[in-house]
Structures are given as C-alpha cells and as structure tokens.
C-alpha cells in the first residue's frame, strides 16, 4: 500500500504530465483548465466507439477498417495513435484530478490492511491462549475424572462390603439358631434371620460371589425347616386349641413375611 501511495505522488509531481494535462483539457474562458471534459473525450468519438464493446475483436475490425476506409493504412494507424495519446492524456488527467480521492482511498486501504493484521494477530493470540488454556485444564480434568471413578469404585465396593458382611453374621446367626437343641430352637428368630437375608439379596447384587454361592444351599433348607416346624406347631395348636402354640406358629409365618398363604 505504501509503494503504491509513493508511486501515486511521483506520478502526480510530474511537469510533463502537468503540461500535458493543461494542453489536453483546457476549456473555458482564456483557457483555464478546469478539469478533465467528457463531452470532447474520445470515449464520446463514434470512431472510438468500437473499442468499448465486449466482444471487441482486434482482427475483425482492422478488416473493416481497411475495407471501408478512403485512406491509407498509414493514415488510419496515425489517427488511431492520436486516439490513444489523447486517451492517455484524459487517463492522467482523471487520475490526476482524482489525485485527492485515490490517495483516501490508499490511505483507507493501509489502514484497513493495519487493522486487519491487528485482528489476525488478536486471533493468532486468542486461539494460542485457547489452546495453552485447554493444555492447562485437560490434565487436571483428566486426573479429577479418574479420581472421581476411583471414588465410585470404592464406595461401591465399600457398601458391597458391608452388606456381605452384614449378611455372613446373619447367616453364622441363623446356623446358630439351627444348630440349637431342639428344645432351645426359637423358630420366630430363625425366621426373623431368613428374612433379614432375602432383604440384603434384594438391596444388592451379590451373585458371584462364594461367601454368597456356597450359603445358598443351606438358606434354602433352613427355609424349609423353618416352614415345616411352624405348619406342625400350627396344626398342633389347632388341634389342642392352644393360643400360644398358634401365636407362636403364626409369628414364625409373619417373619418369613408368609403369613397370607399361612392363614
């Protein structure tokens, strides 16, 4: 931008192209120049006038010209070598008296191209500090996350662990019970134990493991015997018509939460 706003200056400071400037477009009283004139332009010259369309062909109408033309070649290249030496004057002319405004315009576009250069700068900056900022947060992020599912884990594990254990003392417990003399055996206790376990089966998985594994053939068969020492306390009590036997039966049938089908 500022090798085009020098040159712009050079080529205004030029006396040559001043004097040609005042020859070409000279107009008014006594001479004044008073900037470039449209109506004496070239561009304005029927002759000129093909040279402005699109689909100008440079061999067509060299062909035209000669075909149709009174003089010689020699004079219609000198007319037409006129024709771009005045073009050219009015070309320098306009820049020139346009001098002020080309020159807001290169000044708008070096501080534009500035200030552009200053946003993709800002953006450089911001997508590096993204970047370290991201390179800052992801490792702790990443430490943070597996520390949480460590947590997880052993909660989990924690709780697992205490409900195991809570169900291993039922289960010595309700062995106990079992293994007691007949006479020292309370059923409603036993029953009371069986139900304990189902409720920690039920609060958890607990399937695969051995502790669990291994007791489950001997709850199935203190369910059983539970089951069958109540429905004999119960028929015996109906059958002599003792209440405490049948409260007794029945409390047996209420903890193992059967007491529905019982009655």
């Not at 590096?128 to 597996?146: F, S």
């Not at 376990?197 to 489950?216: F, H, K, M, N, P």
């Not at 059983?224 to 020492?229: I, K, M, Y």
């Not at 405490?244 to 529905?260: C, I, R, Y």
Request: glycine share 6%; aromatic share 4%; charged share 25%.
């Amino acid at each position: 931008a500022r090798s085009r706003l020098a040159s712009l200056r050079n080529f205004s400071s030029r006396p040559a192209i001043g004097a040609r400037r005042r020859n070409c477009c000279a107009m008014g009283k006594g001479g004044e120049s008073e900037g470039p004139s449209r109506e004496g332009s070239v561009l304005n010259d029927p002759q000129f006038e093909p040279f402005l369309q699109t689909d100008f062909n440079v061999a067509r109408f060299t062909s035209n010209v000669l075909a149709g033309s009174q003089t010689t070649a020699q004079a219609q290249a000198e007319q037409l070598r006129e024709g771009v030496r005045v073009l050219d004057a009015e070309l320098r002319s306009e820049v020139l008296g346009r001098s002020a405004e080309l020159l807001g315009h290169v000044k708008r576009m070096t501080c534009a191209d500035e200030s552009l250069r200053d946003v993709v700068l800002g953006v450089d900056s911001l997508q590096a500090a993204v970047k370290r900022i991201r390179g800052e947060i992801v490792g702790p992020y990443d430490a943070v996350k597996k520390k949480t599912r460590q947590l997880h884990n052993l909660h989990a594990t924690i709780d697992l662990l205490r409900l195991l254990i809570h169900r291993i003392k039922l289960t010595q417990k309700l062995k106990a019970q079992l293994d007691a003399a007949p006479g020292a055996l309370d059923l409603a206790k036993a029953a009371k134990l069986i139900t304990d376990i189902r409720s920690v089966d039920a609060e958890a998985d607990l399937s695969g493991i051995d502790a669990v594994t291994s007791d489950a053939a001997f709850l199935a068969q203190a369910t059983t015997t539970v089951r069958q020492q109540a429905e004999e306390a119960l028929r015996e009590g109906m059958e002599s018509l003792s209440q405490a036997k049948v409260g007794s039966a029945l409390q047996v049938f209420f903890n193992l939460d059967e007491l529905p089908a019982a009655v």
